[in-house]
């Protein structure tokens, strides 16, 4: 029996749907789906690549059979800045990996991490009085790189903080640029981007291991001192300083670089939405009164969190996972062989009309317990599936609740009325043309 042909569109000679993918690659995402069906086939220069969006699929390969559906060339870019860091391992090296960050990340150790969070928040957003405009993409960037530099570091490093966040966004913006490229010069040959960012590279781990060693002397009960505290339950093994340092710098781009582009499009999709906003309004005044939230208040903000989900819904910033089959599979009667490469994407299939009614709307009510309990469980995965679920998701989760909530207490947020809007899909899901925002005090 001849294995079922997976469909998909027939592109051009040659390159195949290479303009579609280099224009509007999450435009031809959805219009395939839509054309195709939950598994579409299409080529990139005679390369064939699976698009597989329906939900049984995505547990079948996220969760159910992970091992078989690794990350492989699809992270080799990212090795450049973060090395080995976990969301760039599989096997047995991510196994162990996972198991000793797991501790550090539980939703009450984020505990001890609140107050510096909010007060980190608060002093950025000092710096908003007086002003009547913000690029909010740009404004979210720097505040949670601070954010997660200030809970990683604490104050050991207070007087460097501007250069280590300078030297991470150069060599962050390099290893985006480098990622999108065909070809791009080896880093020894001295052409201006290369020396740009072994530049910051070395300013980053001219810092980085320094106070890895200074950590391990003084702890200071931050996220730096949870990691290496941390032993192998096995072995009795904590973290070497270069696998502390890649995973460091990972949390450093995975824990702002995502979080700021969720709250640039909050923000965003709030000002479209007064009803929304007003209603949110209402429950952060009922809730905290004024006053700065704590931790013990965040599960009483539900319907802040209920926002928070509808907007990783609509703009997850991970909006693309790619895995490639390490021996053949059988999915649902379709051959998958060894090799192939299978991208999985949030941004499609949280957008399904056959599970989110009207998928374009913004309606946080989705997310009331009766609702969530009519869609299937993997039909909804801003932050990935199974084994390989982002570990950093409840620290996310805690900063944007803490991040919209004292905005909102301080602030009037509106689109500048002239802002254009778009996707600027990257290594997150980025605003083409920035996000210009009009702001005034409550």
């Known amino acids: ?19 579609e993918m280099m224009s509007d690659m999450l435009g031809m995402f959805m219009n ?6 939950d598994i579409v086939q299409f080529k990139l220069f005679g390369k ?29 870019t990212g090795r450049v800045l973060l090395g080995d860091g976990l969301p760039l391992t599989d096997g047995d090296f991510w196994l162990r990996e996972r198991r000793l960050m797991q501790p550090a990340f539980h939703r009450q150790r984020l505990l001890s991490l609140v ?47 501007q250069e280590l966040g300078n030297a991470f966004s150069v060599a962050s913006r390099f290893m985006l640029w480098r990622s999108q490229q065909m070809w791009a010069p080896p880093l020894w040959v001295p052409v201006p981007k290369n020396a740009a960012y072994n530049k910051a590279l070395k300013t980053l781990n001219d810092i980085v291991y320094p106070l890895i060693t200074e950590a391990r002397k ?15 339950e096995e072995s009795g093994e904590g973290m070497t300083d270069k696998q502390a340092r890649d995973e460091v710098v990972t949390i450093f781009f995975a824990g702002h670089e995502t979080t700021a582009m969720v709250m ?23 809730v905290l009164n004024g006053r700065t939230p704590t931790f013990a208040d965040l599960p009483k903000l539900t319907y802040t969190q209920k926002v928070v989900q509808e907007t990783l819904r609509l703009y997850p910033a991970a909006y693309l996972f790619a895995r490639e089959a390490i021996t053949d599979q059988s999915l649902d009667g379709y051959k998958i062989p060894a090799g192939m490469m299978i991208f999985i994407t949030p941004f499609v299939t949280h957008r399904n ?13 989705r997310f009331n317990p009766d609702q969530i309990a009519k869609r299937p469980s993997h039909v909804y995965f801003p932050f990935g599936e199974g084994p390989h679920l982002c570990i950093g998701n409840n620290f996310a989760m805690t900063e944007m609740q803490l991040i919209l909530t004292m905005a909102l207490q301080r602030f009037n947020i509106k689109l500048a009325p002239d802002q254009k809007i778009g996707l600027l899909p990257e290594a997150t899901l980025r605003p083409k043309f920035g996000m210009r925002m009009n702001i005034e005090p409550v």
């Open 1 to 19: 029996m001849n294995p079922t042909i997976i469909p998909g569109p027939r592109g051009k000679p040659i390159i195949g749907m290479i303009p």
């Open 32 to 37: 395939i789906t839509r054309d195709h069906g």
């Open 48 to 76: 064939p690549y699976l698009l597989v969006t329906n939900p049984d699929y995505v547990k079948h390969i996220l969760q159910d059979n992970y091992r078989n559906y690794i990350r492989g060339k699809s992270v080799e």
């Open 115 to 161: 107050d510096k969070m909010t007060e980190t928040i608060a002093k950025r957003m000092d710096g908003w009085n007086g002003k009547s405009q913000l690029d909010m993409e740009t404004e979210m960037s720097q505040l949670t790189l601070t954010v997660i530099i200030q809970a990683m570091f604490s104050a050991r490093v207070a007087e460097r903080t």
């Open 218 to 232: 003084n702890p200071e009960n931050d996220l730096l001192d949870m990691l290496l505290e941390m032993r192998d």
């Open 264 to 286: 640039t499009w909050m923000f965003y999709l709030l000002s479209q939405h007064t009803e929304v906003e007003t209603q949110l309004r209402k429950e952060i005044a009922d």
């Open 353 to 365: 009309p056959k599970y989110w009614p009207e998928p374009e709307l913004f309606d946080p009510e």
